[in-house]
């Protein structure tokens, strides 16, 4: 009940506004570019649109697009190149578009090699892999999938015991293992899904031997484990929650977290930053996140950004 009334309550207006989809405005441009670690393209066109465009581009911030020439396509008629469009206009030029099952995955692979902004990575997410009927058959499909240029990333994959109870546990945990296998093969990040799962994550990580790189995505930890996953060289990746009124927990995680290490996200079209929380999520909101976080660290903001930027062309490799 405290959590809850730690924030204030939506007008009127706010919720009107969260009814009908409409997007929050754009908010100011950061001082230098930086990356989406993990966005939803797909969800964030098919279930909200696109944000409208921006008022102009920072300078060095210019989206890292293909030509769109052989298809006919661009910012007015293609809502992806509309969405990287819109994000490059506050600074955020290159975003990472994460799978969750074979079609959002395939899906994915095909949009990094058309736009030049965008990377994949490949996965059965974590609540998918109980309900398929051949788990085999689609871990194979993932594998294949992972194995192109300009996909970057296993993931998302992990295990949650928020959504999928005792009986998808072992289909879950069976996914988790063929995907940081699937990782090391062919020496991609593994995106890791963590609800409610902190312990076993760990476990499962320490059985089968963590890649080189792990990325936490959507951290929802506190301090202790944060501290743990630092420890071991894991990345962090902070969303939207982290500005949350209740969110205490993660923003301590987020002050011990050292820079080279952190990472921020969307998670679009969800986990919309304050103030604009329950309203339509996309790539072009990061920079409320990453001032937030600027606050929250002590980081000097340009400094912060540069970070980001250094770590996600380090974790992703060029784009």
Not at 73 to 82: H, L, M, S
Request: hydrophobic share 40%; proline share 7%; net charge negative.
């Amino acid at each position: 009940m405290l959590a809850a009334m730690s924030e204030p309550t939506e007008t009127r207006k706010q919720r009107a506004a969260r009814r009908a989809g409409e997007f929050p405005p754009a908010p100011e441009a950061l001082p230098r570019p930086v990356l989406d670690s993990h966005t939803h393209l797909d969800i964030t066109v098919s279930e909200a649109g696109v944000p409208p465009r921006a008022r102009g581009v920072s300078r060095g911030c210019e989206p890292r697009s293909r030509e769109h020439d052989e298809d006919g396509g661009g910012p007015a008629d293609d809502p992806v190149a509309a969405a990287v469009e819109v994000a490059a206009a506050v600074g955020v030029d290159r975003l990472v578009q994460v799978g969750v099952d074979v079609d959002s995955s395939r899906w994915g692979a095909d949009v990094a090699e058309k736009y030049r902004a965008v990377l994949a990575t490949v996965a059965l997410h974590p609540n998918e892999a109980p309900r398929l009927a051949d788990l085999d058959e689609a871990l194979r499909e993932i594998e294949a999938l992972a194995a192109r240029d300009r996909v970057r990333g296993v993931g998302e994959t992990g295990l949650d015991f928020f959504r999928t109870g005792d009986e998808g546990r072992a289909a879950q945990e069976e996914s988790f293992r063929a995907h940081i296998a699937i990782a090391k093969r062919y020496g991609k990040a593994l995106v890791i899904h963590d609800r409610d799962a902190h312990a076993d994550v760990l476990r499962v990580l320490d059985d089968e031997g963590a890649p080189d790189t792990v990325v936490l995505h959507c951290f929802s930890g506190d301090a202790e484990f944060a501290a743990e996953c630092v420890r071991r060289g894991y990345l962090l990746s902070f969303a939207g929650t982290v500005t949350f009124g209740s969110a205490g927990a993660l923003r301590e995680a987020a002050a011990l977290t050292p820079l080279d290490q952190l990472l921020v996200e969307t998670d679009a079209p969800y986990l919309t930053p304050m103030p604009h929380r329950g309203r339509p999520n996309a790539s072009y909101l990061i920079p409320l996140t990453v001032r937030f976080l600027a606050d929250t660290t002590g980081a000097d903001l340009d400094e912060l950004c540069a970070a980001i930027s250094a770590t996600g062309d380090r974790v992703f490799g060029p784009w």
